[in-house]
């Protein structure tokens, strides 16, 4: 098939790279003259990995790169809008560039396309998108708008777009579903064919309830410091259940990214103006963010008044195995430490670039010993592999106090006193003494 992917960012870039991988030819467009050059010559703006070899086997074969949308509009029987969809100032979603990509196809299209949005948008945007097409657009051309959600996880995302576990259609003409399901059917994964606000629904339900999930687990955390349990073998204990499960059951600094916050911010509103309001999750969002203000007592708690000490920081970006800082919990914690007086030497193995743009007045070092020497105590933020390999006795050397404090549960605290650090965790109770 002639595809077109609108937005080369997380999401469009891996579903266009992609979809050239099985076969069909996507031109992939962005209003971004300097990346679109770039991915001309071959450089891959972000970290993700598999997607440089991805789109070295494609590109100039199946997979290309241009700012002209009118001209990949008309030379494609597949858009797929994959811009992005920020937050607005209330939490609603900000909508315009869907809107001037909608208008842009309706300036261009010359004969049938589907429109397949795979942004995450309010539940509705697709008969929005419809009446663009049909006030601005032809009227002896037609056209389908199609909801096609996408649930790629930053950190995994070409692994996960091949290999969903799900794949929800959303249209008004079951025709126009089948056709795009095509594109899916070599990747042997479930396809759920829904009406069009269905499937807008089924991303934004979904991302709140893994938010919850992790609000949940940080609250019986929380309380586990009160009581003494240990969470991390809590979180196992129930995660035997498969009503439970495993995953997105890890308690810690919280979530972060350019979905979780932002998607459950707006199915607030969506619940608001549609005079159906959550009372449960305004809480998952006031809970997320009190991880990091209960992470930053258990620094002061551990290392004192924080003027003119060294920390080290360890990790960055929001989650491992990607570059991406849209609301890391770094973000937050950094800013606060350094207002108290600390003095931050910071290692992240992939976001340092996007990292030293944010956040300035920080030693950004080579690696987590560098990051480590002489500091009063060891931060974690991001539960990157590469921390889990770290040499304990060397590390005792190079550091001013043993003191590990560990925002995201990587390690045990029995090993971590046994090789004479003092640990502290989020919500890992009188571990210890066990
Ligand atoms: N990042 C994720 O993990 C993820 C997962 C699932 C869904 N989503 C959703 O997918 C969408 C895209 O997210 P992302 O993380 O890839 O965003 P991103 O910010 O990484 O990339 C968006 C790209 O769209 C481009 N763009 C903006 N307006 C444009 C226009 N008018 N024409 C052409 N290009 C334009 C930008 O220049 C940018 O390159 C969002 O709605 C997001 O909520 C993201």
Not at 102 to 130: C, E, F, L, W
Not at 211 to 233: F, T
């Amino acid at each position: 098939m002639r595809i077109a992917v609108v937005g080369t960012g997380y999401v469009g870039l891996v579903t266009g790279s992609c979809f050239a991988d099985l076969g069909n030819v996507v031109t992939c467009v962005d209003v971004d003259h300097k990346k679109i050059q770039e991915l001309k010559k071959g450089k891959v703006p972000i970290f993700e990995p598999g997607l440089e070899e991805t789109i070295r086997r494609n590109r100039n074969k199946r997979l290309f790169f241009t700012t002209d949308l009118g001209k990949a509009v008309q030379t494609s029987d597949l858009i797929f809008i994959a811009v992005n969809t920020p937050q607005g100032k209330n939490g609603e979603v900000d909508v315009t560039n869907v809107m001037a990509v909608a208008k842009g196809i309706a300036k261009s299209i010359n004969r049938y396309k589907i429109i397949i949005n795979k942004s995450t948008v309010p539940i509705g945007m697709g008969d929005i998108v419809t009446q663009i097409l049909i006030k601005q657009g032809p009227k002896d051309v037609s056209f389908d708008v199609v909801s096609n959600p996408e649930f790629l996880r930053e950190g995994s995302a070409v692994n996960d777009l091949l290999r969903p576990e799900r794949i929800v259609i959303g249209a008004t003409r079951r025709s126009a579903a089948q056709k795009v399901a095509e594109i899916y059917k070599p990747l042997h994964s479930p396809i759920l064919i829904t009406d069009l606000k269905s499937a807008e629904m089924i991303k934004y339900a979904s991302n709140a309830f893994l938010a919850m999930k992790i609000s949940y687990i940080n609250e019986i955390a929380n309380l586990c410091d009160k009581v003494g349990a240990d969470i991390v073998q809590v979180t196992k204990g129930m995660s035997y259940d498969s009503r439970i499960g495993s995953q997105f059951f890890n308690s810690g600094l919280g979530f972060g990214g350019s979905c979780f916050p932002k998607d459950v911010a707006a199915l607030v509103q969506i619940g608001k103006v549609n005079h159906s309001p959550f009372r449960i999750l305004p809480e998952v969002l006031a809970i997320n963010q009190n991880q990091r203000k209960l992470f930053l007592e258990k620094v002061s708690q551990a290392v004192g008044n924080l003027w003119g000490k060294t920390l080290a920081i360890w990790g960055l970006s929001f989650k491992p195995n990607t570059d991406d800082m849209r609301q890391a919990p770094s973000l937050t914690i950094l800013p606060v430490l350094l207002a108290k007086g600390a003095k931050l030497k910071a290692y992240d193995p992939a976001a340092m670039g996007k990292a030293k743009a944010l956040i300035k007045k920080v030693k950004y070092c080579r690696n987590p010993y560098e990051a480590a020497q002489g500091a009063e105590a060891v931060l974690v933020l991001t539960d990157w592999n590469e921390f889990k390999q770290v040499d304990f006795q060397k590390l005792k050397t190079i550091v001013k106090q043993p003191i590990l404090v560990d925002g995201r549960n990587m390690y045990d605290p029995q090993e971590m006193a046994e090789k004479g650090f003092a640990y502290h965790g989020m919500g890992r109770g009188e571990v210890s003494q066990f």
